[in-house]
Structure formats: C-alpha cells, structure tokens
C-alpha cells in the first residue's frame, strides 16, 4: 500500500514463529502495547480512512479490533477483514470454536469480508466440502454469509475450478 503512495500504519497483534499451516502450534508473542498505541492515536486525534484485519492471534486481538474499528475509524471509513483462521477443513493450530465466533462477530462489523472456503463455512455453519463443490455451493455460502450475518460485502478467495463440477464449466 505504501508502495502505492499510500499513508500506512502497522500495528502488530502477535509475532509468529512460523506460518499457522503445516509446522504445529508456532510460538506466539502477543503485543502487550496495543492499548498504548491506541492510546497514543487517540491522544492525536488519529483516524483511519480504512482498516485491513489480517491475521489475529487471540480472542483478546479480536476485540481489542473491534474497539479500534468502533473508534478509530474515520466516519465513511472501510473496514476490510480476513478472517486469517482456518483452511483446509480445519481451524488453524491454537484457535477453537469460541475465537471462530468471536471473529464472526468483528467480520460483522466490518465492510468488506475476506474469508477462505473453509471460513466461510465456519461462519455459517455449512459443511465443507473439499473437491467436486460447484458454483452453487459457493453461492450458497455467499448468500448465507450476507443473510444470516448481514455482511456488506464478501469475496470467498482461494476457489479453485479444477475442484468444481462440469456444471461450471
């Protein structure tokens, strides 16, 4: 983004050991000065025309998110969340149902939604399917997403046509 001429701002919720996929549960350091940041935004009137939510290592990330998207965004701002916690079929090491719901609730929030086939389904409580789903299946997921949550806006990634039936062709 900065590349693109952008104003950036990074924060950090958690430094990894590895990537979540493959490699166990990755040793985590959660960053304990999210507050004072935020604190310090705050303390000079900084608002953000757009938040971009990658991934959140804890429920406790997850909701100190939502508090910044509740008071730091700017009025006609956009939130944009990836989800960042499950593939495959599975959640990702170290995460449970409880942080599924939980981010359920800030993708709620947000303005643009970005999740994997396997998120999705998690979301709205769709089984997954691996190989051979079809473009009804994916719609189904959308339209679930925007119904059951009123999500603004949905882009399901990382859909692969060589998986999908001859009726999508």
Known sequence: LSACGMETCV????????HTGGF???AVMHNTVV?????????NN????????GYLGSIAAVEQVETILDTMLAPGG???VDPAMADHGVLYPGFDESFAKTM???CAAADIVLPNITEACMMVDEPFVANGYDEAYIRRLMEKML?????????IFRISRKF????CS
Do not use: N, Y
């Not at 119904?147 to 949905?154: G, R, S």
């Not at 999908?164 to 009726?167: F, L, M, P, V, Y």
């Open 24 to 26: 166990g549960k990755p």
């Open 11 to 18: 924060l950090p919720t958690a430094l990894l050991s590895t």
């Open 104 to 106: 359920a609730q800030l």
């Open 147 to 155: 119904d059951i949550h009123i999500f603004k806006h949905v882009c």
């Open 46 to 53: 900084i608002t953000f025309d757009a938040i971009l939510v």
């Open 35 to 43: 507050a004072d940041m935020v604190r310090h935004w705050k303390e």
């Open 164 to 167: 999908w039936t001859s009726s």
């Open 78 to 80: 956009i939130a944009i």
